[in-house]
């Protein structure tokens, strides 16, 4: 297990793994269609969207989290 103070970073790699890998897998499909390069233009395209899923995640989470809670009232 990994200590709490890791979460927000952890929450971080996952999202970014799990967005990155799904939305370049159907963009790469939409945009090139099923062939025997699929797998290798998928590969190529997350190798690059990965990390840049990271930047973005980290610079817009502390903002969204920000105008989430000027939204939203405790209950």
């Known amino acids: 297990m990994f200590s709490k103070k890791y ?3 952890l929450f971080t790699l996952i999202m970014g793994f799990g967005m990155s890998l ?3 897998l159907i963009i790469t499909f939409i ?3 099923m062939d025997e390069q ?3 233009r998928f590969l190529k395209a997350w190798s690059i969207s990965f990390p840049i899923a990271i930047s973005a995640i980290l610079m ?3 903002i969204a989290r920000k105008f989430v ?3 939203t009232k405790s209950s």
């Open 7 to 9: 979460s927000n970073l």
């Open 22 to 24: 799904l939305m370049t």
């Open 31 to 33: 945009n090139t269609g």
């Open 38 to 40: 699929f797998i290798n």
């Open 60 to 62: 817009v989470a502390p």
């Open 69 to 71: 809670d000027k939204i």
